[in-house]
């Protein structure tokens, strides 16, 4: 079946380090969406890429979502203690209504 | 205040004792959807329904049952709960019929299963 990958699953930076995560999947996806997780919390949403080759800004934070419609990145420009939690893509299941997330990216930050 | 609710938030149990957990959202959504998130797999759904009365199994649905009566509540049903069935458990619900909007999350509902 459909598989959501991320990398890495953990990743610890100091304060001020740009942080990046990686999407990729095993079919092609009509668009991506990313949710951030913080500890003892719930996923939020944060952007939605549709188009092919897509970059979006967020602040410090930039989103990109590849030319095949397989693989997406989020990338953090110096980390802030507020950055901490875990980092989740989520695109659609093909044919089906389902939404599969990846398995995540648990950013820890040092101050 | 749009939000989605659960209940309860924590919850221990015994194998073999039925439990609900209910899910209730105030935003007139159509779609909405059970995950249950363990370490190391992300967040994988159990089930979904595009409306009221129109419910489809998600990644993992073995062991769980799910209702949708009205377009509001969404409950989860564990008929004989196990302990692999341990796990934080989330409803979601969108907007649209479909998979491709934004996803609002409950608080979530941590259940052991003893």
């Not at chain 1, 967020?58 to 990338?75: C, I, M, P, V, Y």
């Not at chain 2, 993992?60 to 934080?88: D, H």
């Not at chain 2, 989330?90 to 907007?95: H, I, K, P, Q, V």
Request: proline fraction near 5%.
């Amino acid at each position: 079946g459909q598989q959501v990958m991320q990398i890495p699953q953990y990743q610890h930076v100091q304060e001020g380090e740009d942080f990046t995560t990686y999407c990729n999947s095993s079919t092609t996806l009509s668009n991506i969406q990313w949710y951030k997780q913080r500890p003892g919390g719930h996923p939020v949403f944060l952007i939605q890429l549709v188009k092919s080759g897509e970059v979006k800004k967020q602040k410090r934070l930039t989103f990109q979502f590849g030319e095949a419609k397989k693989n997406s990145s989020l990338h953090i420009t110096a980390t802030q203690t507020t950055d901490v939690g875990t980092y989740f893509c989520a695109g659609p299941g093909g044919a089906t209504n389902k939404l599969i997330f990846g398995t995540g990216t648990l950013l820890a930050v040092q101050p | 205040e749009a939000q989605v609710t659960q209940n309860p938030r924590y919850l221990i149990t015994v194998t073999g004792k039925k439990l609900t957990v209910t899910c209730s959202q105030n935003m007139n959504h159509e779609y909405m959807s059970w995950y249950r998130q363990d370490p190391g797999l992300g967040l994988r759904q159990i089930y979904y329904s595009m409306n009221v009365e129109v419910t489809d199994k998600g990644d993992v649905p073995e062991g769980y049952k799910v209702s949708r009566k009205e377009k509001r509540n969404f409950p989860l049903i564990l008929e004989s709960p196990s302990p692999n069935q341990t796990s934080l458990y989330f409803c979601a619900s969108s907007l649209r019929q479909g998979a491709v909007n934004t996803q609002y999350f409950g608080p979530g509902t941590r259940l052991t299963v003893l």
